[in-house]
């Protein structure tokens, strides 16, 4: 790297270190090898614009996840919950494969990060966000490893679409409505992936219920909401009944599936 590359990419650093702190290295990275437009790049990253509309892409898991707008944009955050899944997936009996589903396309990343392992069932509700989903499969070729539909999780067929499932995964709005989010958020990412509801738990209910008739007994629901829901989510949980507490830390609740 030449000193005047090295300047640029210390610039960099400085410039998107206060918003993205150590992680802005990694966002340097990008801006110096993959864009042709550096510098106007680096001010959309400061403004808020998600990495994965700057750069049309995110790197999820070793996995390059095409982004598009109008369609949720993944976030680190969500790796947890990924890894989770994979490793409930992995206790599943010897000699069987298990049946994963995950309840919410937006651009794939779960079903397809799970997909290079076990074969993976992803529905969402949003036609673009599930077209989105199956570009990625093919860019990715584990088109044979996904199945994809249009549906809406609330509705009374929902749930007929869903093969009886070991895990399933669901990373659903949980923003109240009430609550104001910063412009740069609301600009970038559709409103139906940020909001559900008056205490932000409509789909999360939505997703516990379900999981009451597509889980199999001593398999698992994981979900991801904010931080601060993860005692309303277990008292949720408790007043559904059928589940049993299995991990609860930051922003990911694990549920496993009482044996009949």
Not at 74 to 94: G, H, K, N
Not at 103 to 113: C, E, F, R, Y
Not at 121 to 138: E, K, M, P, S
Not at 151 to 173: K, T
């Amino acid at each position: 790297m030449t000193a005047e590359r090295r300047l640029e990419h210390m610039s960099f650093v400085t410039r998107l270190s206060g918003r993205f702190g150590q992680d802005a290295v990694r966002l340097a990275i990008r801006l110096r090898t993959e864009s042709d437009t550096p510098d106007k790049d680096a001010r959309l990253l400061e403004e808020g614009v998600p990495e994965g509309h700057v750069f049309g892409s995110m790197d999820i898991c070793g996995l390059r996840i095409a982004c598009e707008r109008g369609v949720f944009t993944p976030r680190l955050s969500t790796i947890d919950l990924v890894w989770r899944a994979a490793q409930r997936s992995a206790d599943v009996e010897f000699g069987r494969a298990p049946i994963v589903v995950d309840i919410g396309a937006g651009t794939g990343a779960i079903a397809l990060v799970l997909a290079a392992a076990v074969d993976a069932t992803c529905i969402g509700i949003d036609t673009a966000a599930v077209d989105l989903a199956r570009r990625n499969a093919l860019a990715l070729s584990l088109e044979n490893r996904t199945t994809f539909f249009v549906a809406d999780a609330r509705g009374p067929e929902f749930a007929a679409l869903l093969p009886e499932a070991d895990v399933v995964v669901c990373n659903p709005p949980y923003i109240p409505d009430r609550i104001r989010l910063p412009t740069d958020v609301v600009k970038n990412q559709p409103a139906a992936a940020l909001y559900s509801g008056p205490d932000g738990m409509g789909l999360t209910g939505v997703c516990l219920r379900l999981g009451l008739s597509v889980v199999r007994p001593g398999g698992f629901l994981l979900l991801e909401h904010d931080p601060a829901q993860t005692g309303v989510v277990a008292a949720l949980a408790r007043r559904r009944g059928g589940w049993v507490a299995d991990y609860a830390r930051g922003g990911t609740t694990v549920l496993r599936r009482e044996a009949s």
